[in-house]
Nanobody, 125 residues
């Protein structure tokens, strides 16, 4: 069982930055690929970013490429999402997810096993 807790969301103005964090309660954090998804009101959940277990390869949605950076610290059981140049359309609840397979995170729809409760990001214009 993996428990995920996100933090770092908030209200910012367009052009500003936020860093989201997700802490995993699991003994073998390095065994899990990790991802970030988001869901805006009235819209389906969408993929944002993912990172592999130990070689730290990253994958991004086209809508955030060049603005968002995902990273992980296996010693702290934590993944981060650095979100720069935020836009009003980035407003959503951001969810962290974990799975032993990166393919299950990046598939459409995602099939990952574990999800956090989410953190709200609101970007005003």
């Amino acid at each position: 069982q993996v428990q995920l807790v996100e933090s770092g969301g908030g209200l910012v103005q367009a052009g500003e930055s936020l860093r989201l964090s997700c802490v995993a309660s699991v003994r073998t954090f390095s065994a899990y690929a990790m991802g970030w998804f988001r869901q805006a009101p009235g819209k389906e959940r969408e993929f944002v970013a993912a990172i592999t277990r130990t070689d730290y390869r990253t994958y991004y949605a086209d809508s955030v490429k060049g603005r968002f950076t995902m990273s992980r610290d296996n010693a702290k059981n934590t993944v981060y999402l650095q979100a720069n140049s935020l836009k009003p359309e980035d407003t959503a609840v951001y969810y962290c997810t974990a799975d032993l397979s990166i393919a299950k995170i990046t598939s459409t729809p995602a099939k990952s096993d574990y999800w956090g409760q989410g953190t709200q990001v609101t970007v005003s214009s």
